[in-house]
């Protein structure tokens, strides 16, 4: 760490505190040659996701890029952005515990579609229209059979 004024890294820490968020350590420092003060953050990074295509091309996992997919499929339910974002957390959570560091993006998809398909059923249908690439109307059909078959068997255990 080098002094941002005068670039010495003769630095004396003056008061370290936890930050709101409690996910970060705020450090107020003074530099010992110039006298100036600053403040520095120490945060947790994650190392970056890889997407690995069907394809076999990789990409860098983003969020937002994750969310647009979501709001692409759900533009006409009715969907908050807060259900998107607990949708995201959860996915990212899964993922980072089940995968490490790279996950196919089919698999991806998967935890999105389980997500979609408790809490929007109709955004599920149309993201798994878009994901699945189904082949054929009876295919098609047949995925809103299933779905429809669960939610009279959860009516039923309720
Ligand atoms: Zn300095």
Redesign the pocket.
């Known amino acids: 760490m080098q ?1 941002p ?2 670039e ?1 890294e003769q630095l004396k820490v003056l008061e370290s505190r936890s930050a709101d968020d409690g996910g970060s350590m705020r450090r107020r420092r003074e ?1 010992l ?2 006298e ?1 003060r600053f403040t520095t953050y120490e945060r947790v990074e994650f190392s970056p996701m890889i997407v690995t295509k069907r394809s076999n091309s990789k990409e860098v996992y983003s969020r937002d890029k994750l969310i647009s997919s979501i709001v692409r499929s759900c533009s006409k339910s009715e969907i908050s952005a807060l259900t998107i974002d607990n949708i995201v957390d959860v996915v990212e959570t899964q993922m980072y515990k089940e995968f490490g560091r790279e996950i196919p993006s089919t698999a991806l998809g998967g935890m999105v579609m389980a997500q979609l398909k408790i809490r929007e059923p109709m955004a599920y249908i149309r993201y798994a229209s878009i994901f699945k690439n189904f082949n054929s109307v009876s295919e098609f059909l047949e995925e809103i059979q299933n779905l429809d078959d669960k939610r009279v068997n959860q009516e039923l255990l309720v």
């Open positions: 002094c004024f005068c010495s530099c040659e110039c100036q």
